[in-house]
Structure formats: C-alpha cells, structure tokens
C-alpha cells in the first residue's frame, strides 16, 4: 500500500481528498501547513506529496522547494493541487520540482489517474 502525505490547510478539502484516496487504497498522512509537512516527511517516507500552494506559516511552492533541494526527499513525486489554476502558478509550480500540477476543483479520475502515473516509476 502506497503512502501519501496530503499537504491542505483547508478541512472540506482535506477531508474530501483523504477520502478520495482512501478508497483507493492509499494510506493517508496528513500536514495542516508546509512546517508540520517538512517535520514529519523524513520520518514517514511518502511514496508521493500533495500540496497546497496558499497555506500559513509557509507557501506550499517554498515546500516543494525545500523536498526536492534535500538529496533524502527529491525523488519523491510532488503533485500541486492548488486553486491557483492560472498558466504562471503551473509554471511556477512546475519550476519549484513539481511533478505535476492540478488545478482545483478538479475531478476525481484526474487526481487519481496522475497519482498512479507517478507510483508507476
């Protein structure tokens, strides 16, 4: 079983993607911002990051910046789920080590179909 740590400030939308992954088997970790994910992300060793971009105490770019900048966490695969839909924020995110970048809202099968894509390598 595959672990991914979710990375979302918001309690909707974090409850809403933990269960999404739930149900398809993922084993669930959760970060409510970018601090507490960095604290616990070498101890749990996820397959794969989701995250945020807008969160307190750190943006979830600086994050994305910080895994993929630590020889121990750059292979992980970093997925942006973010309201911030816009061209630049995918380039932008896409520039930090993202691996992909999804837009919120977003469907289902989407996020499935790229978390897969990427726990495939």
Do not use: H
Request: net charge neutral; charged share 30%; aromatic share 6%.
């Amino acid at each position: 079983m595959s672990t991914v740590l979710l990375v979302e400030d918001s309690i909707p939308t974090r409850k809403m993607i933990a269960e999404i992954l739930t149900k398809q088997g993922f084993n669930v970790e959760v970060a409510t911002d970018g601090i507490q994910a960095l604290e616990v992300l070498p101890n749990l060793r996820p397959d794969l990051v989701i995250l945020d971009i807008i969160m307190p105490k750190m943006n979830g770019y600086e994050v994305c910046r910080k895994i993929k900048s630590d020889p121990q966490t750059k292979d992980v695969p970093v997925i942006i789920c973010s309201s911030k839909g816009e061209d630049f924020d995918r380039y932008w995110g896409i520039k930090q080590g993202a691996d992909a970048y999804i837009a919120k809202p977003f469907r289902e099968k989407e996020l499935i179909a790229t978390i897969k894509q990427f726990l495939k390598r």
